[in-house]
């Protein structure tokens, strides 16, 4: 009786030890599931651009189900343009040279620009691949004035509680070299502002959703496309991801919920006194890798 009163305080330290282990590893279990459930604070992200795909619980409803597309495609047969090498060489400087003349410009005149040319950039850029050839874009063209300025409004309030609140020190300050702000002149001067719609998904005959494959990387593809067929055409824009303007410029172009904005461009000539940085590319052995 006298040996285990003595042991008594042992087994209560033994006890105790225990216990501590055991709730220090529970402890640190439980911490390890709350680092990996919580994502890093990125309060820039514009929710509006999430792509459908995120989201495949939604597609459910189609995916036994026939998609609207021809079953049996007809094949064509297909000849490409074929050019001696010499000709390749010249093209592809030719081409070069004139995309890399392109700049991001801010200070577009208000001069009137040909509709024909805008459709036709717009037919250009509507040849882009897509996923599955769904071709998820919608092209929005504004030439109301009085649209354009809605537009600059909406898009300068967002961006003013960016560059303020949202953005952070590190990229207001990348962007201060540059001379931009939240102050968008070019939305009421550029004759033609287009507005690139990512369409999320589609609908089928009847009416269920159609799933719409890599709807971001095809439109934004095509964005690409578009760019360079403005270049070609002598115009200029610079590329506006205005973030978190999506739903409400959703709403004002009366465009249906499965569209979301992926890009906003300017469309006109430069003011005669537009400016733009002094900057350079990076050269090719700093882009390319080959293998």
Not at 26 to 36: F, I
Not at 58 to 68: F, M, S, V
Request: hydrophobic share 35%; charged share 30%; with cysteine.
């Amino acid at each position: 009786m006298a040996l285990f009163s003595s042991l008594t305080p042992v087994f209560i330290a033994i006890i105790c030890v225990l216990i501590g282990v055991i709730m220090k590893k529970t402890n640190g279990e439980k911490e390890k599931c709350d680092t990996k459930s919580k994502h890093p604070s990125r309060p820039w992200v514009d929710e509006d651009l999430k792509d459908g795909t995120d989201h495949p619980l939604e597609e459910k409803e189609g995916e036994e189900e026939w998609q609207g597309l021809e079953e049996n495609v007809a094949h064509v047969p297909f000849t490409g343009e074929r050019y001696s090498e010499a000709e390749m060489i010249r093209r592809s400087q030719t081409f070069y040279e004139l995309l890399n003349k392109r700049r991001s410009v801010r200070f577009l005149s208000d001069e009137p620009v040909p509709r024909e040319v805008i459709d036709n950039v717009i037919r250009t850029a509507g040849t882009s691949p897509s996923g599955a050839h769904t071709e998820p874009w919608t092209f929005v063209v504004v030439q109301d004035p009085y649209l354009k300025h809605k537009i600059r409004e909406i898009v300068e309030e967002e961006e003013e509680i960016n560059y303020k609140k949202r953005m952070g020190d590190r990229w207001v300050n990348d962007l201060k070299r540059l001379r931009t702000n939240w102050i968008k002149e070019y939305l009421d001067t550029a004759p033609y502002l287009i507005l690139i719609f990512k369409q999320v998904y589609g609908w089928l005959p009847n009416g269920k959703k159609k799933t719409h494959y890599y709807s971001e990387i095809s439109v934004s593809i095509a964005c690409g496309i578009l760019l360079a067929a403005l270049q070609n055409a002598g115009l200029h824009t610079v590329t506006s991801t205005p973030l978190n303007c999506g739903p409400q410029l959703r709403v004002l172009l009366q465009r249906p919920a499965n569209e979301k904005l992926l890009l906003l461009l300017p469309v006109g000539y430069p003011k005669k006194d537009a400016t733009v940085p002094a900057l350079t590319r990076k050269p090719l052995e700093d882009i390319m890798v080959v293998m």
